[in-house]
């Protein structure tokens, strides 16, 4: 069993940053790959980011290249979504994800942590 807690969340300003981070509890943090995905207001959830178990391998959905970067530490059993050049098109509750190397879909979700950008 893997329990995710997201925070860095909040509100920013058209064109700031911020940073996520999503600290997994559980055993072979380093054996998931982990995501965020974000689910904005009367919309479907959108995957925004992913990472490989060892931290070689990224991914980025076409609406957040170049200004989101995702990174882990192991050792701290911690994922970071680094978010720049902010949008108000970003706004949604973004969650974190694990899912097993085998697995098509995520096995364990956070509770989200809210991102709102203003104009």
């Known amino acids: 069993q893997v329990q995710l807690v997201e925070s860095g969340g909040g509100l920013v300003q058209a064109g700031g940053s911020l940073r996520l981070s999503c600290e997994a509890s559980?055993?072979?943090?380093?054996?998931?790959?982990m995501g965020w995905i974000r689910q904005a207001p009367g919309k479907e959830r959108e995957f925004v980011s992913a990472i490989s178990p060892g931290g070689f391998d990224t991914g980025y959905a076409d609406s957040v290249k170049g200004r989101f970067t995702i990174s882990r530490d192991n050792a701290k059993n911690t994922v970071y979504l680094q978010m720049n050049s902010l949008k108000p098109e970003d706004t949604a509750v973004y969650y974190c994800?694990?899912?097993?190397?085998?697995?098509?879909?995520?096995?364990?979700w956070g509770q989200g942590t809210q991102v709102t950008v203003s104009l």
């Open positions: 994800t694990a899912t097993r190397i085998y697995s098509s879909h995520p096995d364990y």
């Open positions: 559980g055993r072979a943090f380093s054996t998931y790959r």
